[in-house]
């Protein structure tokens, strides 16, 4: 079954300092790897896609890194800021029947509070 | 629009009403998802649209939901004789439309959702 598994649950940090977020996935076949923020009352926002063949990409002061040997993603937040307060989304998109369909598998997320 | 636009914000619906959820994708996008999120937990795939194709509906309890992309309308869910368990936010996403893989590369730009109380 395709799970993805998110780590911490939840995380308090202070602003201006660093945080990593942990994803662990057992979807295969792989396509790719997607990060999304959600606001409190909003809907998820892409941060990163990630393929295969990827093992870093940046947005800002978000780094996401993918090592699709181990099946494992983080996503790295630097100087964070009072708005970055919110929900971290790991999705990972599998290929599903031979017309290569994407079928998505959301984990539950990383709830992250920024305090000042 | 330039955004997925999802109304009502709210509907709150007695036990065994219906209800209707609207979404309009973002223009030019082709695939239209929908997904329940209940209690901030993950998100629960319903059903899919290529244009006003059902593409995949695997996600969809048959027996109450129902889904529909008309040509120049936005795309509905609705759910008869609603139960306390529909209560959830639900999402609609789009994507574009792209030659290898549904979606595969391509970011599902989501809406605000709605968030549908049943009492």
């Known amino acids: 079954k395709n799970q993805v598994e998110q780590s911490p649950q939840s995380l308090i940090i202070l602003e201006g300092k660093n945080c990593t977020l942990q994803c662990n996935y057992t979807v295969s076949p792989f396509s790719n790897l997607r990060w999304y923020k959600q606001d409190t009352g909003r809907g998820p926002v892409s941060l990163t896609i990630m393929t295969f063949s990827e093992n870093t990409k940046s947005n800002g002061r978000y780094t996401a890194t993918l090592d699709a040997d181990t099946k494992q993603s983080s996503l790295h937040i630097t100087a964070s800021q009072l708005s970055d307060s919110a929900s971290y989304i790991c999705?990972?998109?599998?290929?599903?029947?031979?017309?290569?369909?994407?079928?998505?598998?959301f984990g539950k997320g990383t709830m992250l509070l920024v305090s000042p | 629009g330039e955004e997925v636009a999802q109304t009502p914000k709210h509907l709150v619906r007695g036990e065994g009403q219906k209800a209707k959820l609207y979404c309009a994708p973002i223009?030019?996008?082709?695939?239209v998802f929908w997904y329940q999120q209940v209690l901030k937990n993950e998100f629960k795939f319903l059903i899919s649209f290529q244009n006003e194709n059902v593409f995949d509906e695997t996600g969809m309890p048959k027996e109450r939901f129902s889904a529909k992309c008309l040509p120049n309308s936005p795309c509905s869910l609705e759910i008869q004789a609603t139960k306390l368990e529909d209560s959830a936010v639900y999402f609609c996403?789009?994507?574009?439309?792209?030659?290898?893989?549904?979606?595969?590369?391509?970011?599902?730009?989501f809406g605000d959702g709605t968030r549908l109380s049943i009492l």
């Open positions: 999705v990972v998109s599998g290929i599903k029947g031979s017309g290569g369909y994407s079928t998505l598998t």
């Open positions: 996403a789009s994507s574009q439309l792209i030659s290898a893989g549904v979606g595969s590369n391509q970011p599902q730009h």
């Open positions: 223009k030019g996008h082709s695939y």
